[in-house]
């Protein structure tokens, strides 16, 4: 046997047969709700694979702008269903690829323990000055609270409370600096193995907005990589799903 592959074979038993003798790096576009996670997600699928993840993290309608403006992602999950199935309508990603990765919770927070009561009724006394949510023709949670407040009656006398974020991760930055005494985001921002890690908090019962399901696609630059494929294989999985339920999603 020649040396070469003898030196490949003892690493293949030395790292097992689910570590790749040849390991790839997965540029994956990620919604900025979901960043959390994904990074520990991201160390379970290298620590598994070999296979390392770059993460972009951002909100999805300027992902979406990116890849349609030949950014070099591999994969996108994205904070909705619709722009992984624009996307392959678009031929921009193979068809039939996409699959809900998450489910999205809508949260209301205060930085403030005791602030936010556990019903949401701190949105009728208006004692607050500002209110923050994501730009909802970019974020889907933004979209999400807009239809909350819209149900309660209260979107157009709390609008002109509203302090727009980008995605939820400024909106949440807003909040946690005090330059928002409240804002809507998503829940896995200030939640960690099943509690809320500080502050106060309203979980909004889901039937209140329409479902946030969150898509996962491979994109066409990346169809036939194996990085890819085994990232896509590794969201579905079991270690991955514990991830994903312990930041509070669905």
Same mark, same amino acid.
């Given at each position: 046997?020649?040396?070469?592959?003898?030196?490949?074979?003892?690493?293949?038993?030395?790292?097992?047969?689910?570590?790749?003798?040849?390991?790839?790096?997965?540029?994956?576009?990620?919604?900025?709700?979901?960043?959390?996670?994904?990074?520990?997600?991201? @160390?379970?699928?290298?620590?598994?694979?070999?296979?390392?993840?770059?993460?972009?993290?951002?909100?999805?309608?300027?992902?979406?702008?990116?890849?349609?403006?030949?950014?070099?992602?591999?994969?996108?999950?994205?904070?909705?269903?619709?722009?992984?199935?624009?996307?392959?309508?678009?031929?921009? @990603?193979?068809?039939?690829?996409?699959?809900?990765?998450?489910?999205?919770?809508?949260?209301?927070?205060?930085?403030?323990?005791?602030?936010?009561?556990?019903?949401?009724?701190?949105?009728?006394?208006?004692?607050?000055?500002?209110?923050?949510?994501?730009?909802?023709?970019?974020?889907?949670?933004?979209?999400?609270?807009?239809?909350?407040?819209?149900?309660?009656?209260?979107?157009?006398?709390?609008?002109?409370?509203?302090?727009?974020?980008?995605?939820? @991760?400024?909106?949440?930055?807003?909040?946690?600096?005090?330059?928002?005494?409240?804002?809507?985001?998503?829940?896995?921002?200030?939640?960690?193995?099943?509690?809320?890690?500080?502050?106060?908090?309203?979980?909004?019962?889901?039937?209140?907005?329409?479902?946030?399901?969150?898509?996962?696609?491979?994109?066409?630059?990346?169809?036939?990589?194996?990085?890819?494929?085994?990232?896509?294989?590794?969201?579905?999985?079991?270690?991955?799903?514990?991830?994903?339920?312990?930041?509070?999603?669905?």
């Amino acid at each position: 046997m020649p040396k070469r592959v003898l030196i490949l074979f003892a690493t293949w038993l030395t790292l097992g047969p689910s570590m790749p003798v040849s390991a790839g790096e997965v540029r994956v576009a990620v919604a900025a709700n979901f960043a959390s996670p994904m990074k520990a997600i991201a @160390a379970a699928f290298a620590r598994t694979t070999g296979h390392t993840v770059a993460l972009v993290p951002g909100a999805t309608g300027k992902l979406y702008a990116q890849i349609k403006n030949g950014a070099p992602f591999d994969v996108l999950l994205a904070a909705d269903a619709e722009t992984p199935a624009r996307l392959e309508r678009e031929g921009r @990603a193979p068809a039939g690829g996409r699959f809900t990765y998450a489910v999205g919770r809508l949260v209301l927070w205060s930085a403030k323990e005791g602030y936010v009561d556990p019903h949401g009724a701190i949105l009728r006394t208006g004692t607050f000055a500002r209110l923050a949510i994501a730009a909802p023709k970019l974020a889907p949670y933004g979209a999400a609270a807009i239809e909350v407040l819209a149900k309660l009656g209260l979107e157009s006398d709390l609008r002109p409370k509203f302090v727009q974020g980008e995605n939820v @991760a400024q909106t949440h930055q807003f909040v946690a600096t005090g330059n928002a005494e409240i804002g809507f985001f998503a829940l896995s921002q200030v939640m960690r193995d099943g509690k809320i890690v500080s502050g106060s908090a309203w979980i909004v019962p889901g039937e209140m907005h329409a479902p946030i399901r969150q898509d996962a696609i491979i994109l066409a630059r990346a169809k036939d990589d194996p990085a890819a494929r085994a990232f896509a294989d590794f969201l579905k999985g079991e270690t991955a799903r514990a991830i994903v339920r312990a930041h509070g999603y669905e």
